[in-house]
Nanobody, 123 residues
Framework: QLQLVASGGGLVQPGESLTLSCVLSELRLDDRAIGWFRQAPGKEHEGVSCIDREYRPYHYPDSVKGRFRISRDNVKKQVYLQMNSLEPEDTGTYYC????????????????WGQGTQVTVSS
């Protein structure tokens, strides 16, 4: 059964860092793009970052550019989202999702989703 498992969330203070991990089981990662989305309480899903089959990274909200870094390891079938200088506005449930080849900021274009990992940034 195809599955995505996201992990690495937690409670941190503003300014601290977290690294999220997304592991794919029974699925080759090579031709896939992996995106991270987040959903804050009472808000819609928001595309955060994505890395495509050619290792090109994309970060969608201006607020995360320069603070978040996305990377992938096709052998381990893992994608990482390194989040630095976290802000309370980064709080939410973070989901990883997979689609073919190239990135998109639109969640409807992704085929498979992980279960989500909670990130809370609070002093």
């Amino acid at each position: 059964q195809l599955q995505l498992v996201a992990s690495g969330g937690g409670l941190v203070q503003p300014g601290e860092s977290l690294t999220l991990s997304c592991v794919l089981s029974e699925l080759r990662l090579d031709d896939r793009a992996i995106g991270w989305f987040r959903q804050a309480p009472g808000k819609e899903h928001e595309g955060v970052s994505c890395i495509d089959r050619e290792y090109r990274p994309y970060h969608y909200p201006d607020s995360v550019k320069g603070r978040f870094r996305i990377s992938r390891d096709n052998v381990k079938k893992q994608v990482y989202l390194q989040m630095n200088s976290l802000e309370p506005e980064d709080t939410g449930t973070y989901y990883c999702a997979v689609k073919n080849y190239y990135c998109s900021a639109f969640r409807s274009q992704y085929d498979l989703w992980g279960q989500g990992t909670q990130v809370t940034v609070s002093s």
